[in-house]
């Protein structure tokens, strides 16, 4: 019914680029779907707990945790109501950050977008309807499971319509280069994980990092703004790619040693680190999630400075195991890169407990 209220047509199309209609601002969104009073407090206590855990404060771990992609609102929730079981039992060693990416990177350029795009996977893009779904998806988890959650900065203009209910963002291997990224970045005030890029390149990603704690004066959304410096934004090792296109992981012990080292020199304002255990690091290979993780902790164990410095696990996680095709019947399972299943997630969320 909301979508009747913004159907005024572009009538000056540019050439190759069809001006379908004009998207409501942030602001009508959330006057839409509003925060309550109540569900503000959690999220700034949410935030509290996080920047504690990055700034050193806290001794707790964060695991940051979900699918590859939201693809349905209906499975995303299913998922958060075992996470926050999860969560009651494990509250005194971890903080959950559920990871509710609703935008999907591709390296060609083709494929199913994320659910900021198509709403509904075996359709066509509604980028109205996908704007209303993934606010209303990010609202019911905190208003039913009071989770604020993770989503990925792909498109640094449409941060405003979810900024009063992400706790964390990252900017991906693809778009840490970018200096757009870098510089909506240095203006949030939640954390911000920069990853790693595809060639592995430690110092490209601390350069991000580094812009993104600096101040900027920059064109965003049609206003010039300037920006205070983000000293939240930290690293995320996803592993990388070698020049022959194998798949080659940097969270071993001697990895994070030799990054330790280097982030020590670099200058950045948070040096806590986040491993991603899936994506390179694992070959996208869910399974090798669980060993992956352990060794970390492990790693941490061996040598007080790295528990210092990895104050995080990002692992990819859904209701069943692997992948499927969009518009497979597997209620759950994910139909972009292949998550880890719920019964193994659960145990995996307990042993870590357990360690740290």
């Known amino acids: 019914m909301y979508t009747d209220l913004f159907m005024k047509v572009q009538d000056a199309p540019c050439e190759n680029m069809n001006f379908i209609r004009k998207l409501p601002i942030p602001k009508e ?16 206590e949410r935030d509290a707990q996080i920047r504690d855990i990055l700034t050193g404060k806290s001794d707790k ?3 940051i945790i979900g699918p590859c992609s939201a693809d349905r609102s209906d499975a995303i929730l299913a998922y958060l109501e075992k996470l926050k079981g999860a969560a009651e039992q494990t509250g005194d060693k971890l903080v959950i950050v559920p990871r509710v990416f609703t935008n999907k990177p591709r390296s060609e350029g083709t494929g199913y977008m994320g659910m900021l795009h198509q709403p509904d996977p075996a359709s066509s893009p509604d980028l109205l309807r996908g704007l209303i779904a993934i606010r209303t998806l990010h609202l019911n988890a905190l208003k039913d499971y009071g989770f604020t959650c993770a989503d990925e900065l792909l498109y640094p203009d449409n941060f405003r319509y979810l900024s009063d209910l992400l706790s964390y963002t990252t900017v991906g291997a693809r778009s840490v280069e970018d200096q757009y990224h870098r510089l909506t970045a240095s203006g949030l005030d939640i954390p911000v994980g920069m990853k790693n890029p595809i060639s592995g390149s430690i110092g490209v990603m601390l350069n991000s990092i580094l812009a993104a704690n600096s101040k900027h004066a920059f064109l965003y959304r049609g206003w010039e703004v300037m920006t205070s410096g983000n000293p939240l934004t930290h690293a995320v090792l996803r592993g990388y790619k070698k020049p022959g296109g194998q798949d080659a992981s940097n969270c071993t012990y001697d990895e994070l040693c030799r990054i330790r080292e280097t982030i020590g020199e670099s200058g950045i304002a948070c040096r806590s680190v986040i491993v991603d255990v899936n994506h390179s690091n694992s070959g996208k290979d869910p399974f090798r999630q669980i060993d992956i993780s352990l060794d970390v902790l492990k790693s941490r164990a061996k040598n007080p400075d790295l528990r210092g410095m990895v104050r995080g696990l ?8 692997g992948c499927q095709e969009v518009g497979g019947d597997r209620f759950g399972c994910s139909i972009t890169d292949p ?3 719920w019964e193994k997630t659960e145990k995996l969320i307990m042993d870590i407990a ?3």
Request: charged share 25%; glycine share 4%; net charge negative.
């Open 61 to 63: 771990f964060l695991l």
């Open 339 to 341: 998550c880890l299943g």
């Open 314 to 321: 990002m692992i990819e996680s859904y209701l069943e195991d």
């Open 29 to 44: 969104i959330k006057e839409l779907f509003p925060v309550t009073l109540a569900q503000a407090a959690v999220k700034k």
């Open 354 to 356: 357990d360690r740290v």
